[in-house]
T-cell receptor, first 118, second 114 residues
Framework: NAGVMQNPRHLVRRRGQEARLRCSPM?????VYWYRQLPEEGLKFMVY????????ESGMPKERFSAEFPKEGPSILRIQQVVRGDSAAYFC????????????????FGPGTRLLVL | GQQLNQSPQSMFIQEGEDVSMNCTSS?????WLWYKQDPGEGPVLLIA?????ELTSNGRLTAQFGITRKDSFLNISASIPSDVGIYFC??????????????FGKGTHLIIQP
């Protein structure tokens, strides 16, 4: 059973370009989460999605950032008009449908996409 | 917003020693998770705790969910070189709509001296 897949692993963009980060959750998982990690910091929650729905985007900047999880295909985190401050590692996590208190909350992380904005 | 205070920030230990790290919060959580992150990789889940007071082991790792639901600790016994890495605690407070994002501590860097 493959784990959470993310691509690309590394992405270099110039200021003003767009960055698209992709995440395929673990098989059977219907919940996807995106986090951002700056150097020497913990991960910061950005957005939580289920298929075709954004459940919680309280951690995502209001401008330039968007996320989707379509019915078919991977989840996409899109950053428009990137700036140097967007340089970070972006991690996706997935979890299975909540069947009870002890099953739905454990999140499994992908290897991350390291975005560098020049 | 919720914040987690994780300590210590770093630990320099000898191989074979026991390790202890903890997280405290001003808010309660329903779930505590402990992850390990190696350089260039994503966090790997070590232990998940779902009930206040719960004590759970995974090999040489033991973690507890504090009774007040505001703290958790992770112990590693008889450390070995492959234990080197960054350990993160993470808390989750379930909202009415289901599981939301994790709140992470800033990490404990574990360094093992030869």
């Amino acid at each position: 059973n493959a784990g959470v897949m993310q691509n690309p692993r590394h992405l270099v963009r110039r200021r003003g370009q767009e960055a698209r980060l992709r995440c395929s959750p673990m098989k059977g998982h219907s919940h996807v989460y995106w986090y951002r990690q700056l150097p020497e910091e913990g991960l910061k929650f950005m957005v939580y999605l289920q298929k075709e729905n954004i459940i919680d985007e309280s951690g995502m900047p209001k401008e330039r950032f968007s996320a989707e999880f379509p019915k078919e295909g991977p989840s996409i985190l899109r950053i428009q008009q990137v700036v140097r401050g967007d340089s970070a590692a972006y991690f996706c996590a997935s979890s299975p449908p909540s069947l009870g208190v002890s099953s739905g909350e454990t999140q499994y992380f992908g290897p991350g996409t390291r975005l560098l904005v020049l | 917003g919720q914040q987690l205070n994780q300590s210590p920030q770093s630990m320099f230990i000898q191989e074979g020693e026991d390790v202890s790290m903890n997280c405290t919060s001003s808010s309660i959580f329903n779930t505590w998770l402990w992850y390990k992150q190696d350089p260039g990789e994503g966090p790997v889940l070590l232990i998940a705790l779902y009930k206040a007071g719960e004590l759970t082991s995974n090999g040489r790792l033991t973690a507890q969910f504090g009774i007040t639901r505001k703290d958790s600790f992770l112990n590693i016994s008889a450390s070995i070189p492959s234990d080197v890495g960054i350990y993160f605690c993470a808390g989750l407070l379930l909202s009415g709509g289901g599981a939301d994002g994790l709140t992470f501590g800033k990490g404990t860097h574990l360094i093992i001296q030869p």
